[in-house]
């Protein structure tokens, strides 16, 4: 590293001991790649940043131990990539180093939707509302670049990057876009309540757009339940450890990629900062414990404000369920093309839960996730009927929900009122934990 000529060693020492130091070691696990941030100066974002970092390269996290003492910190994740194997990609891993050193890798994340322009809709989910989404852009004229959908408790949200069908330009002229927003509000069927439709073409840079639908969702309180509402599968408990100063949040719950990232934006966003955690899976369940302060220092200090977190929380996780049948669109991109298919899903009775949507030069890469109009599972006559309409070649079943993860009871799980005897049991595990996959101790137990 070079440094500026006007900088004195204290400066340039200063400067080391606030980056945060890297390490991607595959010798000490067997089964994963340990990926090890630390620094002298705890900036709670750095913990954001890194699993931001793991998430942009689709790398699960199966283990991970978070641990900060006054101005040090350091965090351990044990990484796979998408096949359950250890990180040997050379340029993956030094993408990695690079990016977790400069903690800075948001510009990368802006450039990709460079000259494109942004919409975001949130309304009541129902059959055959994106197709409707769809159709109104295609008479338009827009061009749907990428596309990420998700639902959850009859509230959708969506972010659209779009272009110009004829010149491939931004949409910068400002009738048109009041065209396209009213268009949608109107298929969105909006009442100016809180919870009705909305949509709006945004100028802000849309750096990941999983954050913001995180956003857009909680601020259309998609966390509240009807009372027809099934009751949550994810079990979430929040107690405080007086004695320490902490709220201890424990989540158990189906482990699934970007689990963490879910967990740790909510708790960003709400702005608690994580000083201590443990993440572990095993097989398909996954444990999750944080040890957590509002950015003032405080812990949880009301029952209304406990409820809140356990509901957001539960909310974030449920929200990227992969609810149906997964359908994987691989086809030649051309005008309309999103349209088209999500009617052909609409027309046979089957609702989209969940979209992720993106084009490669000529070719479009689209991920569905289908039920039943009823929210149950898609029937299989019709994911044929539809795989037929669009040719079996390009459109692929490639998995099915598995069963949701039911919590085993175990009272040893469980706090005591105050919550002391788990996190001095928990946070004295965590450290031992860390040390050992430091290689200062022999044994963890």
């Known amino acids: 590293m070079e440094w500026p000529a006007y900088l ?19 010798a000490v696990c067997p089964t994963a790649t340990l990926v090890k941030v630390d620094s002298a100066s705890r900036n709670h974002g750095v913990l954001f940043e890194a699993i931001h970092v793991l998430t942009d390269l689709n790398l699960s996290v199966k283990k991970a131990y978070i641990s900060s003492d006054g101005r040090w910190f350091m965090d351990v994740f044990h990484v796979t990539d998408p096949f359950g194997n250890k990180l040997t990609d050379d ?38 509302l994106l197709s409707e989404v769809f159709a109104v852009l295609a008479d338009l004229q827009c061009d749907v670049v990428e596309a990420t959908v998700w639902t959850h408790n009859d509230r959708v949200a969506c972010i659209l990057f779009l272009k110009d069908q004829l010149s491939g330009s931004p949409l910068d002229d400002a009738q048109r876009i ?34 913001r639908l995180h956003q857009l969702m909680l601020a259309d309180r998609d966390y509240e339940r009807g009372s027809s509402a099934p009751a949550s599968s994810t079990f979430v408990s929040v107690q405080n450890w007086d004695e320490r100063g902490y709220s201890v949040v424990n989540v158990q719950c189906r482990d699934r990629p970007k689990l963490l990232f879910d967990i740790v934006w909510t708790l960003t966003d709400m702005q608690y900062a994580v000083f201590h955690g443990t993440i572990d899976t095993d097989g398909d369940s996954a444990h999750q414990e944080f040890y957590i302060r509002h950015k003032n220092g405080s812990p949880i200090n009301s029952e209304a404000e406990r409820h809140r977190v356990i509901q957001c929380l539960q909310a974030a996780i449920e929200r990227r369920a992969s609810e149906g049948t997964r359908l994987e669109l ?39 996730y289908v039920t039943d109009a009823a929210g149950q599972a898609a029937d299989a006559k019709a994911i044929e009927a539809v795989r037929l309409r669009i040719g079996f070649d390009h459109l692929k079943v490639k998995e099915e929900q598995r069963p949701r993860f039911c919590r085993k009871e175990s009272t040893d799980r469980e706090a005591s009122p105050g919550g002391v005897g788990t996190g001095l049991f928990y946070l004295g595990s965590l450290v031992r934990r860390n040390l050992y996959n430091l290689g200062l101790i022999k044994s963890c137990s």
């Open 91 to 128: 340029s993956v891993i030094s993408y990695l180093e690079q990016s977790l050193d400069t903690g800075n890798p948001e510009l990368n994340r802006s450039r990709r939707f460079e000259g494109l322009t942004a919409l975001e809709l949130t309304g009541t989910d129902r059959p055959g």
């Open 178 to 211: 009041h065209r396209i927003e009213s268009r949608l509000r109107h298929v969105l069927k909006g009442d100016h309540g809180v919870r009705s439709g909305k949509t709006a073409v945004t100028s802000m840079a849309v750096a990941h757009p999983d954050s």
């Open 8 to 26: 004195d060693e204290y400066e340039k020492l200063v400067i080391r001991m606030n980056t945060p130091k890297v390490v991607i070691d595959n």
């Open 330 to 368: 691989c086809i030649e991109d051309r005008p309309g093309l999103l349209s088209d298919v999500t009617r052909t899903f609409r027309e046979n009775g089957l609702l989209v839960t969940r979209a992720e949507a993106s084009t490669k030069g000529d070719m479009a890469s689209d991920v569905f």
